[in-house]
């Protein structure tokens, strides 16, 4: 069964410092998100991503945050200036028709820990 | 604002007990409903949905939910759970004017043989 996958596993960053993450989408699916869980939290939508735009976002989603699709395969969430809040689980997630239409696919997450 | 709630935080059983997790949400609209799990080390897994029709769906691993619509509940059910069944399992809403998919706490299950 095809899969989303994510790199890397675990991330971890100094305050302040730029990440990216990486994620590769089912490959015939065409809407893309991103979601987070803080420990011991609820799993949280940041931002959902089609035909090229961003569609939806979350107001966790500021303007630290932006996202990217550099080529056909892979979808990136950048944090520009990472705060100790921005630790978390980072959840990247597929679906091939979006919106309420069908699930949504998710990787194994990135574990991001900013010291 | 949508919310989901999930009142059983962390359920343990033995072997061959039946399970039964609460979900409710609010939203007064039409909504899909889902079920996901998060086995140990791995990514969060679909188990089963609910769009329209019947509203008893059958999942996966012979899992079963039903939709309550008076009631504002999808309520997960097993009757007779395994140890491999040990995991988090998460309710998730999502409304038909949304890309958003709005998840509860998560039930942390722990099956002992």
Known sequence: EPEVTQTPSHQVTQMGQEVILRCVPISNHLYFYWYRQILGQKVEFLVSFYNNEISEKSEIFDDQFSVERPDGSNFTLKIRSTKLEDSAMYFCASSAEGRYNSPLHFGNGTRLTVT | ?113
């Open chain 2, 1 to 113: 604002a949508q919310s989901v709630s999930q009142h059983n935080h962390h359920v343990i059983l033995s072997e061959a007990a039946s399970l039964e997790l609460g979900c409710n949400y609010s939203y007064g609209g039409t909504v899909n409903l889902f079920w996901y799990v998060q086995y140990p080390g791995q990514h969060l897994q679909l188990l089963l949905k609910y769009f329209s029709g019947d509203p008893l769906v059958k999942g996966i691993k012979g899992f079963e939910a039903e939709f309550i619509k008076s009631k504002f509940s999808f309520n997960l059910r097993k009757p007779s759970v395994q140890w491999s069944d040990t995991a988090e399992y998460f309710c998730a809403v999502i409304t038909y004017n949304t890309d958003k998919l709005i998840f509860g706490t998560g039930t942390r299950l722990q099956v002992f043989p």
